[in-house]
Structure formats: structure tokens, C-alpha cells
């Protein structure tokens, strides 16, 4: 089993930036390839990004390409969404989940609780 604790979530304005952490415990020793995804009130979950195991390739959701980064530190059991040029269309609960690298959530076994973004404008 891994667990998965979502941080940094939070009221930013429209152009702002924020970056979210997750933080993995548990059954760690396997180097699971993590993803990002985000659901806003009445809209489907939808994926934003994804990272492989060993940090080298990442994917993006076109909506978020080249305004949110994914990188990973392993040591730390930790995985980081940056993301800038915030619009208010990104305002949704984003969550980790660790599986397989693609973008279909069912491929992800494991998932945080959610952390809220709100993008004002």
C-alpha cells in the first residue's frame, strides 16, 4: 500500500503562480510513476500531467502544457506540481495518485485526498 498526502493548495489570483507537494509513505521501495489530476465541481476528473518512475520523462495535458511542471525527488519520497500563469479555469481539487505512466486515471491504484486550488480573476 502507499500512501499519498496532497500539500499547498490555495486561493491565487489570475497570472499567479503555486506549487503543490505530494508526499508518498508506505510501500515506497517501489518506484511507482506518479500523475496529477484535477476535477472541478460538475466536471469529470481530467489528467493534468504525469512523471515516470525515475524522473526522465514527463507528459502534460495540452491544457497545461508549458505552464505546469512535475518533477520528483525520490529521496524524499516527494513529487511537485509547479504551476504558473494560473487561470481561473484551473481552479479544481488536483490530486497525486501513483500507477502507471499514462494519462487514464484507472491506471492509478493510489490517490491523495485532494488539495483545492482556487485561481481568482
Known amino acids: 500500500q502507499v500512501q499519498l498526502v496532497e500539500s499547498g493548495g490555495g486561493l491565487v489570483q489570475a497570472g499567479g503562480s503555486l506549487r503543490l507537494s505530494c508526499a508518498a509513505s508506505?510501500?515506497?521501495?517501489?518506484?511507482?510513476?506518479m500523475g496529477w489530476f484535477r476535477q472541478a465541481p460538475g466536471k469529470e476528473r481530467e489528467f493534468v500531467g504525469a512523471?515516470?518512475?525515475?524522473?526522465?520523462?514527463?507528459n502534460y495535458a495540452d491544457s497545461v502544457k508549458g505552464r505546469f511542471t512535475i518533477s520528483r525527488d525520490n529521496a524524499k519520497n516527494l513529487v511537485s506540481l509547479r504551476m504558473s500563469s494560473l487561470k481561473p479555469s484551473d481552479t479544481a481539487v488536483y490530486y497525486c495518485a501513483a500507477g502507471t505512466y499514462t494519462s487514464n486515471a484507472n491506471d492509478y491504484p493510489y490517490w491523495g485526498q485532494g488539495t483545492q486550488v482556487t485561481v481568482s480573476s
Open positions: 508506505g510501500r515506497t521501495s517501489t518506484i511507482y510513476s
Open positions: 512523471i515516470s518512475g525515475t524522473g526522465s520523462f514527463t
